[in-house]
């Protein structure tokens, strides 16, 4: 089983819509989770951490059960600039003060106008 | 603010030639991370600096991979021999605290072609 796993995608929406990605993470004792964009042929960045409690940020907000083991991103009102590939990271430690990010394959959506 | 930097953005080499990749981080960085993207699979952790000390190498896929990062500044890793199955796009990253909840920041990545 991969250490992050996520919907395959692609996504392609109409502007404005609604759409949902979801992220499955198989070590328990993982401690952060994030979600970073990545634009095309460009570095990785940090969109949103996640956390239990939920968060939202504008037009995303970010969900993370741990029974589960899964983390979902939401965004509404989708705009054509949203259009990117959405990494669902897991961070873990490995002793110590040592942590390291594994991220998922990526969820590639398209706005469509 | 200079943000993380690599070079070159670009390499073609052959297969059996030596290439090197340069990372320098954001300044006064201590956590200083090497990634690799081989096409059609996900990001992965090749390893983890601390100042100048190897805190994790987990991830280097074998013992033609050499990173280094003397006096704790800038990286380099070095590939030699280098293979085909070792084109993709490696990523620096680094972060100023080691914790839980603190944001790595990314290069722009260098892309290797080995043909």
């Known amino acids: 089983r991969k250490e992050v796993e996520q919907d395959p995608g692609p996504f392609n929406v109409p502007e404005g819509a609604t759409v949902a990605f979801n992220c499955t993470y198989s070590?328990?004792?993982?401690?952060?989770f994030f979600w970073y964009r990545q634009d095309c042929r460009k570095e990785p960045k940090l969109l949103m951490s996640v956390y239990s409690s939920g968060n939202e940020d504008g037009r995303f907000t970010a969900q993370l059960n741990r029974a589960s083991q899964y983390i979902s991103l939401l965004i509404r009102d989708s705009k054509l600039s949203d259009s990117a590939t959405y990494l669902c990271v897991v961070k873990l430690g490995s002793g110590g003060s040592n942590y390291k990010l594994t991220f998922g394959k990526g969820t590639l959506l398209t706005v469509n106008p | 603010e200079a943000g993380v930097t690599q070079f070159p953005s670009h390499s073609v080499i052959e297969k059996g030639q030596t290439v090197t990749l340069r990372c320098d981080p954001i300044s006064g960085h201590d956590n200083l991370y090497w990634y690799r993207r081989v096409m059609g699979k996900e990001i992965k952790f090749l390893l983890h600096?601390?100042?100048?000390?190897?805190?994790?190498e987990s991830g280097m896929p074998n013992n033609r991979f050499l990173a280094e990062r003397t006096g704790g500044t800038y990286s380099t890793l070095k590939v030699q021999p280098a293979e085909l199955e070792d084109s993709g796009v490696y990523f620096c990253?680094?972060?100023?605290?080691?914790?839980?909840?603190?944001?790595?920041?990314f290069g722009q990545g260098t892309r290797l072609t080995v043909v």
């Open positions: 070590n328990s004792a993982s401690q952060s």
């Open positions: 990253a680094s972060s100023q605290e080691q914790g839980r909840a603190t944001e790595a920041f």
């Open positions: 600096f601390v100042k100048e000390s190897k805190q994790d």
